[in-house]
């Protein structure tokens, strides 16, 4: 029962529990005192809770659960049925719902079988003790076995090793709804059922050949009228005083109510409740069973299927809509799909998967993928409106020896993923190159945290100087990744990954807390002489709610003055007036850390947002340097450009500092127009914090440093 940081039982929990109660108190057959009652109520409710909210999901308290209700004879299999449909009723954080009920489920028929186990090798005993009395007293012991054998609730039939039925009791009859005579004109090889278990015949002549004394199995058996009956079955041997095999004696229990229960069980945890289609745990059932038996030059396809807008859909109309969708595309897609012979199934939420067992190359994976955006065109009508909806679909056609279940899956993963971002709508066929790029990339980023841990990743800084003079008054804060197998990786190589895995933030933190200590030392060292520190930072990190707490406490714990840090915002991630990360970047400003705008003129340029944002600079991208200069005789154009973007700029009351530059013209042309800073090769590559401290103290012996904000 999940639990608030308080120790407090949620509302669904807290019903379940008050259900549960009222469930094992009411009158089901077990009288019990209220003194034995209270405390199975207490610690079945206690183990379906772990069971419940425990991480990871652990199946064993359910068992128990149901154990204990038999061994305090809760044995009516109403009393099962309705606490079954307690928990599922019972809400779960994640889809271990329909594992709890059949661990439940299965703890109670367990426990009820072994129980009933007891009773018929009381009654095996009671045969053995029989045939041995009879050496001593023949009458007494046929007495005492007719007792047993007639009135005994389980069928009970004697055979000889050669599978004549001689005898059966009453039970046996009307379990069989036959008469005596009936049941013993049949021999026991006559009793084969389609569904009888692999292996069940050849353990019988194993035992008549005396190589055994008893065996138990699950067995279905047609009854005289037709209609299946699904028993327990334990056969024993019987052997003379020589230990001789002499005869054989079947014990049948009538299990058809509790197959017929496990087989409802079964359904619901590998169905779907809202399509009825398979769900994820019946999908990897199937995908592994066709990778177990894999025939030369067999083929197999996946197409997954994500419908697009779908969250928009269930926030407009609602949730009930939503689903009444999902129910409707799963009837569609099943409809159009299942007399080809492929299974689909839903993984969750608007995601379906189609399986293609067989398959003679990629056009028929393409075909299912174009049948199933055919399928969903047609708009849907939920209750009074249409909806159109599109999917975007990654197919997967392979040999199946060239791959795995686990990697398929991946494999059309990414392939969807890549559909998404070309267009949606659209099915996208799997690309093995771009595919291993993608796991690359994958694999880059799940090692991201380790190598932080691992002390990987390392900081150089490259200079700002201002134009007028050629001081230095800032450093570009560059991280770089030393990786153990890739070499040293700029971050051009890595950034990108860690912004979509949302890894950018604690690499983020850790990036600003060593420039930071490293300025905060540099300033301890050399005063105001010291240089501004620039940092980048991410379109997540300006977004995260953690950003101003982050910072607060990394300037604390450095020791730096916030009017030595500057944050750089893409032009990319520059946000609007109505951006709610803007509360956070002012609360920086007001903090005394400043702002810049990078890379501007690769985007949009908005002159507007550059009002609206507590920005009080901007960086030139160094592409627009690097293109005058490779055209020429250069482009006064494009000079004007860059001239007019510094005279905004600077009517904004923004400084501008120009990347990329690379030579003395460019340098000079950039002083003419009035840029204020400049970063490039020209006044220097990204260096160690060594080189950084070498150029500072060479500035302040020659008088050449300027003063931060000077």
Not at 457 to 475: H, K, N, R, T, W
């Amino acid at each position: 029962m999940s639990t608030s940081a308080a120790g407090t039982l949620d509302a669904p929990s807290v019903r379940f529990r008050d259900a549960w109660s009222r469930l094992l108190r009411e009158d089901h057959g077990a009288a019990m005192s209220p003194g034995v009652l209270g405390p199975l109520v207490s610690s079945t409710a206690e183990l379906l809770r772990h069971a419940h909210d425990d991480d990871p999901f652990d199946a064993a308290p359910a068992e128990q659960a149901g154990a204990l209700l038999v061994d305090a004879h809760f044995t009516d299999p109403a009393v099962l049925a309705r606490a079954v449909g307690l928990l599922q009723e019972w809400p779960t954080a994640d889809d271990r719902g329909p594992a709890l009920t059949g661990a439940f489920a299965a703890g109670w028929s367990a426990a009820l079988r072994e129980r009933t186990l007891r009773e018929q090798e009381a009654i095996r005993l009671a045969v053995d003790l029989a045939r041995r009395g009879a050496e001593k007293a023949l009458y007494a012991s046929e007495a005492r076995f007719r007792a047993v054998f007639e009135t005994a609730e389980v069928g009970i039939g004697i055979g000889d090793l050669d599978g004549n039925i001689l005898t059966v009791n009453a039970a046996l009859q009307e379990m069989f709804g036959a008469r005596a005579e009936e049941i013993r004109n049949l021999r026991v090889d006559m009793l084969v059922h389609p569904e009888d278990a692999p292996g069940v015949w050849e353990t019988y002549h194993e035992l008549v050949a005396g190589k055994r004394n008893h065996f138990q199995c699950d067995k279905p058996y047609y009854r005289h009228d037709g209609e299946v009956i699904w028993t327990h079955l334990t056969v024993s041997l019987i052997r003379d005083e020589d230990g001789a095999p002499r005869y054989q004696v079947a014990m049948v229990e009538d299990i058809t109510d509790q197959h017929r229960m496990q087989e409802r069980l079964r359904y619901q945890a590998t169905h779907d409740p809202l399509t009825g289609l398979p769900n994820r745990t019946a999908f990897f059932e199937r995908l592994e069973r066709l990778f177990m038996n894999i025939e030369p030059g067999a083929r197999f396809g996946l197409c997954s299927v994500d419908l697009d807008g779908f969250k928009s859909i269930n926030d407009s109309l609602g949730h009930e809509a939503g689903d009444q969708l999902l129910a409707a595309v799963a009837d569609r897609l099943q409809s159009s799909l299942a007399p080809m012979g492929h299974l689909v199934a839903r993984l969750g939420g608007d995601e379906f998967i189609v399986l293609l067992e067989s398959c003679r190359g990629p056009q028929e994976g393409i075909a299912v993928a174009q049948t199933v955006l055919g399928a969903l065109a047609p708009p849907f009508l939920i209750g009074d409106q249409q909806l159109g909806v599109r999917a975007s679909i990654g197919v997967v056609e392979q040999p199946i020896s060239a791959t795995t279940p686990g990697a398929a899956m991946r494999s059309a993963d990414l392939t969807l993923y890549r559909a998404k971002k070309e267009g949606r709508g659209c099915w996208t066929l799997f690309d093995p190159e771009r595919n291993a790029v993608a796991v690359s990339r994958y694999a880059m980023s799940v090692r991201i945290p380790t190598a932080l841990d691992r002390g990987e990743f390392f900081i150089e800084y490259q200079p700002l100087c201002a134009l007028s003079d050629g001081a230095m008054v800032a450093v570009e804060a560059l991280v770089r990744w030393r990786h153990p197998e890739l070499g040293v990786l700029g971050p051009d190589e890595f950034i990108a990954t860690a912004e979509e895995s949302g890894l950018i933030i604690p690499l983020g933190r850790w990036v600003l807390l060593q420039a930071c200590e490293q300025a905060a030392h540099w300033v301890a060292r050399f005063g105001q002489a010291a240089p501004r520190i620039n940092v980048n930072l991410a379109v997540r990190q300006a977004r995260n709610a953690g950003l101003l707490s982050d910072i607060d406490r990394i300037l604390r714990a450095s020791g730096l003055d916030p009017g030595h840090l500057q944050l750089e915002i893409t032009e990319s991630a520059m946000l609007g007036p109505r951006d709610p990360a803007l509360q956070a970047l002012r609360a920086l400003v007001d903090m005394g850390v400043s702002l810049t705008v990078d890379d501007f003129g690769t985007g949009w340029s908005n002159l507007a947002y550059l009002r609206d944002l507590p920005v009080s600079g901007l960086k030139i991208a160094g592409s627009f340097v690097s293109d005058l200069r490779t055209q020429e005789g250069g482009d006064p154009l494009g000079w004007r450009i860059i001239g007019g973007m510094v005279s905004l700029a600077h009517s904004l009351g923004l400084t501008v500092t120009t990347e990329g530059v690379e030579t003395a013209a460019d340098a000079e042309r950039l002083r003419e127009l009035g840029c204020d800073w400049a970063q490039g090769w020209y006044y220097g590559y990204p260096a160690r914090p060594g080189e950084i401290t070498r150029r500072i103290a060479e500035a302040m012996g020659s008088g050449a440093m300027r003063q931060p904000g000077s």
